[in-house]
């Protein structure tokens, strides 16, 4: 395997009050998913660490909060323009602990700085509203900053996710204080300088890493923080959703999904093929908006499965640094796992592995591509989000089954619908519980529209003007307009 010179691993610190800490002893290791070598280690904050953490964002907050939306914005797109400066060199550290190639990494990276660019321009947008009242009383509504942010991000996007809440947070005039993921805590690091090298001020901005648990509980119980925010599992999200309510704290909540892919009769089943192909085993399948059940018309659905599993039996599989590599490894050997038990759940009960369906190689966390065809409804794969390199597919006699059968779980993220039908599309469009639809396209909601689920997939949007309910407080002001 021709493999690309890898980096050297930076040192992993704690980010307080501007300053990097790295005098602490690790809370773990960071693994290569590609080869399972040992990178480097991730400090432990200490008690200490966390309410120090907790009180540089209540000082940055009030230096933050009074700065003029004309510099925050400055600051934004200067932090975006450095990003795009150091992308080649952070690339290369992002493959390395996350396992994505780099096309992949390169991607994420750019993505991560036009949600800087956007809300940067957003804050010049924060309208407020007169309320007709009568004289000589006048009324009107502000959104004001809602203050320091404690915000939790996941492994599969380690630099896009920590943007979309840093830049909200940076746009809405709050400070935060981010918990990365410890398995890919260089890339989130890195990002962070890009900030600092920006010019914003120490406080607004800081980094945390830890036992998951103390720095949950520590964040989120702490009467200075205002909202917390989480990428991440359904079952976290409800753990720390129920931490804030002990203090009334309101909750941002992007959470997992289970993306269903409808494919009507009378569409180029190789065509869709190919298309689902790109879009579900990129990273590996290891993002909250891939499809993840594939519901076809059963006049196509034959023609669908043959295509899709060619296609993705076609994608080379390996280290992310390799020349011509598609798709990269898991992102740890639990994954492996849980992959195995899909595959082995589905099968047991019925369904068939047309391609795909095993470990690649003895090193490294590959799983092979995988297509399962005739998978029936009670298999544990349908009922549960894979995040994995999996597509089952299931034949249905129509969209009216197809949409039945997707809104019959708990969760509601995005969907996907393939139809020449307009009526059609548009019908499933409005009927699906879910926060977004992509109709003849897979695409996700990027720095302009708001994303986020339905039901246990989550609570308020991220992107859009719509991020603003959730980083802001609205306050009424009555003004009598009158000599007392």
Known sequence: MNVKAKPIYPRIGLLIDGEWIYDRPPVCDVENP?????LGQVPKATAEDLQNALKSSARGFEVWRKTPPSERAAIMHRAAAVVRERAAEIAPIFTLEQGKTLSESLAEIERSATFLDW???????????????????QQFVVREPIGPVAAFTPWNVP???????????????????????????????????????????????????????????????SPITRLVTLTGSIGVGKHLTRLAAE????????????????????????????????????????????????????????????????KAGALKVGDGFADGVQMGPLANNRRLGAMADFVHDAVARGARVVTGGSRV??????????????????????????????????????????????????????????????????????ELQVGSVAVNVFTSPGADAPFGGYRESGIGREGGPEMYQSYTVAKTIAERRARV
């Open 119 to 137: 809300d940067a321009e957003e804050i010049r947008r924060l309208y407020g509203r007169i309320v007709p009242t009568d004289p000589p009383i």
């Open 247 to 310: 203090t009334m704290k309101p909750v941002l909540m992007e959470l997992g999904g289970h993306a269903p892919v409808l494919v009507d009769e009378g569409v180029d089943a190789e065509e869709v093929a190919r298309l689902a192909t790109n879009w579900k085993f990129r990273m590996a399948g290891q993002f909250c908006s891939a499809p993840s059940r594939f519901l076809v018309h059963e006049s196509v659905y034959e023609n669908f499965v043959d295509s899709l599993a060619a």
């Open 34 to 38: 590609s080869d399972e070598s040992i």
């Open 159 to 221: 630099m896009s996710a920590p943007s979309r809440k840093i830049s909200a947070s940076l746009a809405a005039g709050c400070s935060i204080i981010l918990k990365p993921a410890e398995e890919t805590p260089a890339t989130a690091c890195l990002f962070a300088q890009c900030f600092l090298d920006a010019g914003l001020p120490a406080g607004v901005l800081n980094v945390v890493f830890g036992d998951p648990d103390e720095v949950s509980r520590t964040l989120v119980l």
């Open 361 to 430: 190689g003895n090193r490294g966390w590959f799983y092979a591509p995988t297509v399962l065809a005739d998978v029936p409804l009670e298999a544990k794969i349908m009922n549960e989000e894979p995040f994995g390199p999996l597509a089952p597919c299931a034949p249905v006699a129509s969209m009216d089954e197809a949409l039945e059968i997707s809104n019959s779980l708990s969760m509601g993220l995005a969907a996907f619908v393939f139809s020449n039908s307009v009526e059609r599309t548009d019908y499933l469009s409005r």
